[in-house]
């Protein structure tokens, strides 16, 4: 299983983004799946997650109005537009895929498997 995030970058504040996750070796349909972010000195924190359909979708309060979750089953990919980036969004932004639901739906434990990040860098 792999998955591949790419789209980050540099972007002024204010400006939008939008994130790509493309999964390899698994049908992801099957699994509901969310973006997570780690800043610099920080624990890596729960982003944005998608049910397995994409009916359903969950933010962190600090990005709802600002982030949209997606996804195409059909073409293995998890999307997440980032509009209205502030300095504080700069982090590495990582696709995960869940397959147990012990916790919260940022509970890090309930992943299976992990993209190598993709760095968005914000500036003022």
């Known amino acids: 299983v792999q998955l591949q995030a790419s789209g980050g970058g540099l972007v002024q504040a204010g400006g939008s983004l939008s994130l790509t996750c493309a999964a390899s070796?698994?049908?992801?349909?099957?699994?509901?799946m969310s973006w997570f972010r780690q800043a610099p000195g920080k624990e890596r924190e729960f982003v944005a997650g998608?049910?397995?359909?994409?009916?359903?979708?969950d933010y962190t309060d600090s990005v709802k109005g600002q982030y949209t979750i997606s996804r195409d089953n059909a073409k293995k990919t998890l999307y997440l537009q980032m509009n209205s980036l502030k300095p504080e969004d700069t982090a590495v932004y990582s696709c995960?895929?869940?397959?147990?639901?012990?916790?919260?739906?940022?509970?890090?434990?309930?992943?299976?498997?992990w993209g190598q990040g993709t760095l968005v860098t914000v500036s003022s």
């Open positions: 995960a895929v869940r397959n147990r639901y012990s916790g919260t739906i940022g509970s890090l434990g309930d992943y299976a498997y």
């Open positions: 070796g698994l049908l992801i349909g099957s699994y509901a």
């Open positions: 998608i049910s397995r359909s994409g009916a359903i979708t």
